[in-house]
C-alpha cells in the first residue's frame, strides 16, 4: 500500500472486524511501529497506520513541518477508511497529531473518532522532548541510545544515522512549533496511558488532558519507559483493543478513573 494510511497485517477475514484504531507513530517513526498489532488487537478491530512522508517508502518525498501538516494529510486520506466506527491512537509525538486530526475532522465536520488514545505524552509538548532537537546529531543519537529509544548499535553504524535523525528532527521541530495556546479543544473522549518510569511523560502529566477535551478522561499506567507500549505490546494493545470496542459499542461506560485502573476491563 502506498500513501498516508496503510492496513497493518492482512485484512480480518469477512466482516469481523467491528471498528479501526488508526495508529500515529511517535517522532520520527513510521507505520512500520505497528506491524506487530492486529494479531494482538484481535479480529474485531482492524489496525490501520499512518505513514508520514520523508520516511521508509515515502522517503523521497518532502516531509511535513508541522503537526497540522500532518492531520490535515491524514485527515484528507481518512474518509476512504470511515465507513465503519473507528478510534485514533497516538504514541508521543502522535498525540499531538492525534489530537490536531482529531480537532481537524471535528472540525470539518466529517466522521470523527469514538476515543482518542494517548501514550507517553501529556497535554502540552514535554521539554525534555523538544529539548533533544536541540542536541547534535551524535549527541542525539546517543542520548537516545542511553533512554533506551534506539539500539545500543545504531551509535555506532554511521548508515542508521541521516535519514533517521532527519526524521526525528523534523517531528521534535513541529512538536517544538506546536504552542499549547493553538492546542485545539475536542469533543471525543481521550484515554490516556503512561509508562511508571518514564522520564519525559510521568503519569502525573496525564490529567492535563481533561483541559483538552469536553468528554471525559481516563488514564491508565503500566510498567516501562517512554517507549511501554513497544516494551510491553502484548499487554498494552489488548488493553487499547478494548477500550475501543468498549467505546464503540457502549458510550455510556466511559468513566473517569484513577491512573492506573483500565476502566473497560
Known sequence: MTGWIRRSGPAPAGATARARLLCLPHAGGAASAFRRWPRAAGPELEILAVQPPGRQDRVDEAPCRSVEEIAGG?????????????????????????????????????????????????????????????????????????????????????????????????????LAAYRPAHRPRVACPVYALAGDADPITPPSALRDWTGLTSGPVSTATFPGGHFFVREHQRAVVPVVARAVLAEVDQPDRRVQVASGDDPWR
Open 74 to 174: 491524514v485527515a484528507d486520506a481518512l474518509d476512504a477508511w470511515t465507513d465503519r466506527p473507528f478510534a485514533v491512537f497516538g504514541h508521543s509525538f502522535g498525540a499531538a497529531v492525534g489530537l490536531a486530526l482529531t480537532a481537524e475532522l471535528e472540525r470539518r465536520g466529517a466522521p470523527a473518532p469514538a476515543l482518542l488514545v494517548v501514550a507517553g505524552a501529556g497535554a502540552r509538548p514535554s521539554a525534555a522532548m523538544v529539548a533533544l532537537g536541540a542536541l547534535d546529531d551524535d549527541a542525539l543519537l546517543a542520548e537516545l541510545v542511553r533512554r533506551g529509544h534506539a539500539p545500543a548499535w545504531a551509535a555506532s553504524t554511521p548508515e542508521m544515522g541521516p535519514l533517521a535523525l532527519a526524521a526525528l528532527r523534523v517531528d521534535l521541530e513541529a
